[in-house]
């Protein structure tokens, strides 16, 4: 294998996916291209195209298949991710976003899918306890706040709900994930790519049952 690393994460929605693929990024030192962080960025700048997106993911939502390639083709023919490699988080979420990034990546391919399983009912109660900081992106928890509450301890930014974290949107969100994105286990698997890591522990345990499954793939 190159020096560099394509990784895919896969999970439920706070099955901790988006914590765990920040630290993946900076081990490995590349970026972190996440979709839901690229669509929040949008609608923070107020673009047309942010405020179509907003509805979409305020009603738990999916954005089109056909955006969504379209926004990950272009980000990952950027340098950084052509020279370095990515970590991948929130997308593909349908067998046709899975198809396209197959076809993305026709040259370089994914060198490793990880799957973090946590059971549903875990997900649902950690999501709705979610709390995020509306700066840094920090997240936090009602039963883990910040030591000035609801203040966030890294830069003072007002740490709120996620306005696609209350119980419906998130029970939408789940079926979503049930019907769309829990084919794509099985897409993997075909494929040869696919590593299953339990996510549930702490998020240091879950991290290093993380990197072993990378490094595993990088010394074969
Ligand atoms: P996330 O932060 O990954 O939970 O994404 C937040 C929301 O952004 C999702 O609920 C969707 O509405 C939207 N979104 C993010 N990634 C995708 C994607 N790959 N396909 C469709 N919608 C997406």
């Not at 107020?46 to 939502?61: I, W, Y």
């Not at 955006?67 to 593909?92: C, N, Q, S």
């Not at 794509?184 to 072993?212: I, M, N, Q």
Request: charge should be negative; aromatic fraction near 4%; glycine fraction near 10%.
């Amino acid at each position: 294998m190159t020096a560099g690393v394509r990784l895919v994460v896969l999970g439920r929605q706070g099955a901790g996916k988006g914590t765990q693929a920040v630290r993946l990024g900076k081990q490995f030192d590349v970026p972190h291209i996440s979709t839901g962080d690229m669509l929040r960025a949008a609608v923070a700048a107020g673009t047309e195209f942010g405020l179509r997106a907003k509805s979409v993911m305020d009603a738990g939502q999916l954005v089109s298949d056909e955006i969504m390639v379209g926004v990950v083709d272009e980000r990952l023919h950027e340098v950084d991710a052509v020279e370095r490699g990515y970590v991948l988080d929130g997308f593909p979420r349908t067998e046709a976003q899975a198809l396209a990034l197959e076809k993305i990546t026709s040259e370089h391919p994914i060198h490793v899918v990880l799957n973090l399983e946590v059971p549903e009912s875990v997900v649902l109660e950690r999501i709705t306890k979610r709390r995020v900081c509306t700066t840094c992106g920090r997240i936090y928890s009602v039963d883990a706040p910040p030591a000035d509450p609801w203040r966030c301890d890294l830069d003072g930014g007002e740490v709120v709900q996620r306005a696609d974290d209350t119980e419906e949107a998130v029970r939408k969100r789940l079926d979503l994930y049930a019907a769309e994105t829990l084919p794509l286990v099985g897409f993997y698997r075909d494929r040869g790519v696919l590593c299953e890591v339990d996510g549930l522990g702490s998020p240091d345990d879950v991290f290093a049952r993380l990197l072993a499954a990378v490094e595993a793939v990088r010394q074969s």
